[in-house]
């Protein structure tokens, strides 16, 4: 899937205009910054305001839990999917409050599910395999899950949505995100592993630990993200992520923004800058969550977040709250005024 650079006529015409409005230069700091990306996105300056605006939760379940790396059971994966559909979610509070809508994607819950308002049946296999043991999945699972997130994001997109959301949910994925983000970054498990739902001591070890045997079994397996990221999603992802990874693909490739979300939506980005560089521009860091290997994908990505409220749920709720932020950033280069067209005199030069 082609992602096309963004337009740096757009762009610089974005710059220049920042410059002609009725402020001091630079004084709106990023928020001029996500207005110029957004003029690059787009093509058009001054740029369209992002909206309507779509989340996409993708679900799926983790092999790893066999290993107690957190409290939570795996059913509570398929009985959130049944709350994001029902509305009572803090997505779909968030949401509510954005004018955002919220689509569920299973793509990998361990049970069955009814068919719900909202709910897409994707499903590639019912939860992942033990990453600490085996391979997560094999190479065409991994595959068909990166081209379920991908045609997720272009038939949100043909539905005339303009901004898109990632969302996410599967109880344990912040361990294969945390392996994900070691195997991208290169950095040790102990600085990108967190502690997810908010686990004592004695689990964060046996976390970290898990990490550390998973990378080391997909390592000695001949895995090398940088060269083949289709290869470490299966080796050491979930099925939410390498979806994820598609999505912001192919978001990218329809030149709409994608505001990622925390540290699974991280873990999935790498993946997705791997495959496509590109996407890169058409993506905006909601916010930076308290998760560890969340700050260090973005700063591996090289994003900077829009928001920093010490959240650490997932859903997609920071990347959601953001939202209106960006959107605001493509109102000041269409509604402010100029120097010259409000009469009022610039500084000397």
């Given at each position: 899937?082609?992602?096309?650079?963004?337009?740096?006529?757009?762009?610089?015409?974005?710059?220049?205009?920042?410059?002609?409005?009725?402020?001091?230069?630079?004084?709106?700091?990023?928020?001029?910054?996500?207005?110029?990306?957004?003029?690059?996105?787009?093509?058009?300056?001054?740029?369209?305001?992002?909206?309507?605006?779509?989340?996409?939760?993708?679900?799926?379940?983790?092999?790893?839990?066999?290993?107690?790396?957190t409290p939570w059971p795996a059913e509570v994966t398929a009985q959130m999917v049944l709350n994001f559909c029902s509305g009572g979610a803090a997505i779909n509070v968030l949401a509510r409050h954005v004018g955002a809508?919220?689509?569920?994607?299973?793509?990998?819950?361990?049970?069955?599910?009814?068919?719900?308002?909202?709910?897409?049946?994707?499903?590639?296999?019912?939860?992942?395999?033990?990453?600490?043991?085996?391979?997560?999945?094999?190479?065409?699972?991994?595959?068909?899950?990166?081209?379920?997130?991908?045609?997720?994001?272009?038939?949100?997109?043909?539905?005339?949505?303009?901004?898109?959301?990632?969302?996410?949910?599967?109880?344990?994925?912040?361990?294969?995100?945390?392996?994900?983000?070691?195997?991208?970054?290169?950095?040790?498990?102990?600085?990108?592993?967190?502690?997810?739902?908010?686990?004592?001591?004695?689990?964060?070890?046996?976390?970290?630990?898990?990490?550390?045997?998973?990378?080391?079994?997909?390592?000695?397996?001949?895995?090398?993200?940088?060269?083949?990221?289709?290869?470490?999603?299966?080796?050491?992802?979930?099925?939410?992520?390498?979806?994820?990874?598609?999505?912001?693909?192919?978001?990218?490739?329809?030149?709409?923004?994608?505001?990622?979300?925390?540290?699974?939506?991280?873990?999935?980005?790498?993946?997705?800058?791997?495959?496509?560089?590109?996407?890169?521009?058409?993506?905006?860091?909601?916010?930076?969550?308290?998760?560890?290997?969340?700050?260090?994908?973005?700063?591996?990505?090289?994003?900077?977040?829009?928001?920093?409220?010490?959240?650490?749920?997932?859903?997609?709720?920071?990347?959601?709250?953001?939202?209106?932020?960006?959107?605001?950033?493509?109102?000041?280069?269409?509604?402010?005024?100029?120097?010259?067209?409000?009469?009022?005199?610039?500084?000397?030069?």
């Amino acid at each position: 899937m082609a992602v096309a650079p963004l337009d740096e006529a757009a762009m610089a015409a974005a710059r220049a205009h920042q410059d002609r409005l009725t402020k001091p230069r630079g004084s709106l700091g990023r928020l001029e910054a996500a207005g110029t990306q957004l003029a690059g996105i787009s093509g058009e300056c001054p740029p369209p305001v992002p909206e309507p605006v779509a989340v996409a939760v993708f679900a799926g379940d983790h092999g790893v839990l066999a290993e107690g790396v957190t409290p939570w059971p795996a059913e509570v994966t398929a009985q959130m999917v049944l709350n994001f559909c029902s509305g009572g979610a803090a997505i779909n509070v968030l949401a509510r409050h954005v004018g955002a809508e919220v689509v569920v994607v299973d793509v990998g819950v361990a049970g069955r599910l009814a068919p719900a308002p909202g709910l897409i049946d994707a499903k590639v296999r019912p939860g992942t395999a033990n990453l600490a043991v085996e391979p997560a999945m094999t190479l065409e699972e991994a595959a068909a899950a990166l081209d379920v997130g991908a045609s997720v994001a272009a038939d949100l997109v043909a539905r005339g949505f303009r901004c898109l959301v990632t969302g996410d949910m599967g109880i344990g994925n912040t361990t294969p995100s945390a392996a994900l983000i070691a195997a991208f970054t290169g950095r040790p498990a102990v600085e990108v592993t967190g502690r997810g739902t908010g686990i004592d001591d004695a689990m964060w070890a046996r976390k970290v630990a898990v990490v550390e045997r998973a990378l080391v079994r997909a390592r000695a397996q001949g895995m090398d993200a940088a060269q083949d990221p289709r290869g470490a999603l299966a080796s050491l992802g979930g099925l939410e992520i390498a979806a994820l990874a598609g999505f912001v693909v192919g978001g990218a490739a329809a030149r709409v923004p994608v505001v990622v979300d925390g540290v699974i939506a991280g873990a999935a980005l790498l993946a997705a800058l791997a495959l496509a560089p590109a996407c890169a521009g058409y993506c905006v860091a909601g916010h930076r969550s308290v998760e560890p290997g969340a700050g260090a994908a973005l700063a591996h990505a090289g994003l900077q977040p829009l928001l920093d409220l010490d959240l650490r749920l997932g859903e997609g709720t920071g990347a959601c709250l953001a939202v209106p932020v960006l959107q605001a950033s493509a109102k000041v280069l269409r509604e402010m005024a100029t120097f010259d067209s409000a009469g009022v005199t610039e500084k000397d030069a």
